[in-house]
């Protein structure tokens, strides 16, 4: 879909989940995750792939869930992972009521 989708000409990006998991930790030590946060604003479709193939804590799920607000209702994301949905709130640590899973549909 999103070689797909990049032929029609959208503009796209792919992130291995655990890389961008890295990107994000970084740009907050760095002070610059606002600028990091802004390519985000150019896609119109957003691939996250081995989503919960490392366990994260809180704070970096609270990055993460930045990630998918910034996409929600704006732009398509397409997530890839192994783990049941069901289990994503328990393996990701993600916050309860009005976490990024209930973004997801």
Known sequence: MGIAA????????????PVLV??????KKEGTLSKF?????KLDLLICDE???????????KLLFQVVSECYEKKSMIITTNLE?????VKQ????RGSASSRVA
């Open 85 to 89: 949905f069901a289990r994503w709130k």
């Open 6 to 17: 990049c032929d029609a000409g959208f503009k796209v990006r792919f992130w291995r989940t």
């Open 37 to 41: 946060m802004k390519q985000f604003d």
């Open 51 to 61: 989503w919960g193939y490392v366990p994260i804590d809180s704070d970096v799920s």
């Open 93 to 96: 640590g993600l916050p309860g």
């Open 22 to 27: 890295n990107a994000l930790v970084e740009a």
